[in-house]
């Protein structure tokens, strides 16, 4: 990837693009962000930082993604279109469930015509995470979704489902099932690989923080903490007059 995007080619943002992703997937925010700016709408600057952001917790500057889709629309780009527009929902499923009952429709109906495998697992995710800390079926539908996206070759999908199914169990105030889920992420991550789940989901059960956690933040890792926490808590708060 570096000798493509040195070489400044055709395929140069799309490289550029994958040395972010992959920095990001390390936990290596500064080195991700960094290269932001070279990346341009080939890059799909825009979703990338949409991805650096979301696992700040930080969902203000996450809703990237929206301008990730109004770019897409300019450029006549459908399947991007879709993929910015799950992203979209799944980010907006943490702090507003209500809202994301409008976006996945049009997530749905963006896929509908499109083979994006891997993009209609995050929306299957995104209805995890909006339904969250209620009393329906969210840790059996994971199951199903675990278990179909490993068959599909997609096991990288496996931390992000743990993820939504922790913070099913945190605003459940769930701790033994919490605690069982961190732990199957302990060892999903264990390659290094998207370990800042690890250190988000502790925060959501408001945890002590993985002693060796090698994630780099953009922010000090209290504010990061707290905003998984406080999400948490914002959800128990929206579900109380239900309960």
Known sequence: MRRVAEADGRLAPRARRGLAQLARIRGDFPTALAAVPALGWKG????????????HGDIERAAAFEAARAEAEQHNAP???????TLLSLVTAFTDPLRADDELPLA?????????RATTFYAAVAALVRDA???????DRAAVLHAESTVAGLPWLTPLI????AFHHAVRGAHEDLN??????RQETANGDFAYYVDITTAMGDLPQP???AVQWLDDTHTVQQRWHDLVMSRRRYLQPAR
């Open 44 to 55: 799909r600057h825009h979703r990338v930082l949409g991805h650096i952001w979301f696992p």
């Open 79 to 85: 399947g991007e279109r879709a993929i910015a527009q």
């Open 108 to 116: 749905h109906q963006y896929l509908a015509h499109l083979d994006q």
């Open 133 to 139: 800390g209620t009393d329906g079926d969210v840790t």
């Open 162 to 165: 743990e993820t939504a199914v």
């Open 180 to 185: 069982a889920t961190i732990d199957r992420l």
């Open 211 to 213: 002693a060796d956690s």
